[in-house]
């Protein structure tokens, strides 16, 4: 079943399928995918300017706003309407995923159907604010932006396909060819039928014979509150800003001769009255919006999660290439809340967990080469009923917390139907808790509290989980509490050409400039000015 959407003179070039999964059992559920319809409340924006416009020297998301020959869609309405949407479906044991094709391939929803939980930000409206490059922009769910982030036909309708894999997944492929740069792009998602994950098979491709520069953002939105935190991996204690320009501390942060600032001056802190506070809890932004990428190479998750549901969000993917972790927030206070009917009608604020590749900021663009491929592959689960999230792979999640001076909390979830496993934990001197014979499954975590010695600290502990083999498919020993973090220098701005003092450095500053699409200096400008 394959659908082509043309857009003015150009059609969307035709997807090619691939068989990436895990191996097949045979007691596994069947995958069900197919096309329907869903009607939404839309706030339907203006028809498309009939005149695209050429570079103004508009600035977008750190760099240049090119835009030609897409035409704006910078005209929104008031009025509501339903709306019917093409909406294509995927279905496992487990979870329910939905996405709509007719905007830019968001996806609708990834809900685990034995608790309800909408492990992504669920839409029930379709309402534009003017955020994205062309305008139109819609929030929840997950974007996919390529080559730049809020790509520019992020709500307009993309090309897409079914395909039923050999090994019992089957996947939903979109995708287009970007026509400013002739790029293209083309994602698989995928449910399979023996393990709850939600995967992304991504493939960027430079088709020219010329370099070209982008980016690579998966940008994820997740509902949140007072009870939602952001979990990086314990090992991250440094975060930055967009451009590097500004740095922190994290989770604590920051210190307290800036807390006392006046509100006025107090730009990207937050009230708290000891001094410090946490940068993770969602609930304490009650100052500013915020951007805060994680500096953590050795670590290939990010997720979030609510301790009132007891559930979060996982991601986890291939750390040498998925090297950008971040999270964006309105905030919690009264003029980020407006965002909340900006954006929806009743489905109430909401932060992302955004993961990048080749790159760990944004606008930090890297060259693709001529007729080059690149391929990674993103999973994504909800995590249930284990308190919180330390450490996670493509197996699960596991949380290992001291609630008293004398319990250790130690909670395993596992993306699979197992039985006869064995839960350990280990100190540094011995065994000090064993159970055996455990199932464990999507729906059936493991979680208890451990007596241990007040005296001994986190790190002296392990908690691991092996299956009925024997092997180890889940474990986290806690690393040390964040002590006092040294901020790296902020990036410069680049100089003027004649500060510099070779030709060489003037040639690899202004190579930068062009990879990252920067805004302000080039011909182009220098001509107009």
């Not at 050999?166 to 399979?192: A, H, M, N, P, V």
């Not at 964006?328 to 109430?348: I, S």
Request: hydrophobic share 35%; proline share 7%; charged share 25%.
């Amino acid at each position: 079943m394959n659908k082509t959407i043309v857009f003015g003179k150009w059609a969307a070039v035709a997807l090619v399928a691939s068989t990436v999964g895990s191996v097949f059992r045979a007691d596994a559920g069947e995958v069900k995918i197919k096309e329907d319809t869903i009607v939404l409340p839309t706030y339907a924006p203006g028809g498309y300017d009939k005149t695209p416009l050429f570079f103004t020297g508009r600035v977008y998301q750190g760099a240049q706003g090119r835009v030609y020959p897409y035409p704006m869609q910078d005209v929104l309405h008031d009025e509501k309407i339903d709306e019917t949407y093409k909406y294509l479906t995927m279905e496992n044991d487990w979870f329910h995923v939905g996405m709509l094709p007719e905007h830019g391939g968001h996806l609708l929803n990834f809900t685990d159907k034995a608790t309800g939980f909408e492990t992504f930000y669920r839409q029930h409206v379709i309402k534009p604010a003017l955020i994205g490059m062309l305008g139109a922009w819609i929030s929840g769910g997950v974007e996919w932006n390529f080559p730049h982030h809020h790509r520019a036909t992020t709500a307009m309708p993309i090309d897409w396909r079914f395909t039923a894999n050999k090994d019992g997944t089957k996947t939903i492929w979109f995708g287009e060819t970007e026509l400013r740069r002739r790029l293209k792009w083309t994602i698989g998602l995928s449910l399979l039928p023996d393990r709850a994950v939600l995967r992304a098979d991504n493939v960027f491709m430079n088709r020219q014979p010329w370099i070209e520069s982008m980016i690579y953002w998966a940008n994820v939105s997740v509902h949140c509150g007072d009870d939602y935190q952001i979990q990086f991996p314990p090992s991250m204690h440094l975060g930055f800003d967009h451009h590097k320009n500004y740095w922190t501390s994290y989770p604590i942060g920051p210190r307290k001769e800036e807390l006392e600032l006046l509100p006025s001056q107090r730009s990207k802190y937050a009230n708290d009255i000891s001094g410090t506070m946490d940068l993770s809890w969602w609930k304490n932004f009650t100052i500013e919006s915020r951007s805060i990428f994680g500096m953590d190479p050795d670590n290939a998750f990010m997720a979030g999660y609510d301790h009132k549901k007891n559930m979060g969000t996982a991601h986890v993917s291939n750390r040498h290439i998925t090297v950008g972790k971040k999270f964006f927030l309105w905030g919690n206070f009264p003029e980020a809340h407006v965002w909340d009917t900006v954006l929806t009608d009743n489905d109430g604020p909401y932060l992302e967990l955004m993961v990048g590749c080749w790159s760990d900021n944004q606008p930090d663009y890297s060259w693709i080469a001529p007729y080059e491929t690149r391929k990674v592959s993103q999973y994504w689960f909800p995590v249930k009923g284990i308190g919180g999230v330390k450490n996670v792979t493509i197996d699960g999640a596991v949380n290992v917390d001291r609630v008293k001076p004398d319990e250790l909390l130690v909670g395993f979830h596992s993306t699979r139907v197992l039985k006869g496993c064995t839960v350990r934990v280990r100190r540094n001197t011995g065994e000090v808790f064993t159970e055996s014979n455990i199932a464990i499954d999507p729906n059936t975590p493991w979680c208890k509290t451990i007596k241990v010695d007040p005296g001994v600290a986190d790190q002296a502990f392990t908690a691991e989980i092996a299956d009925a083999s024997g092997k180890v498919f889940l474990a986290y020993t806690p690393v040390p509490p964040q002590g006092k973090v040294e901020l790296p220098p902020k990036v410069e701005n680049p100089k003027e050409p004649k500060e510099y003092t070779s030709a060489e450095l003037v040639y690899e500053v202004g190579l930068r400039l062009d990879q990252e699409r920067h805004p302000r200096p080039g011909a182009l400008l220098q001509a107009r000015a």
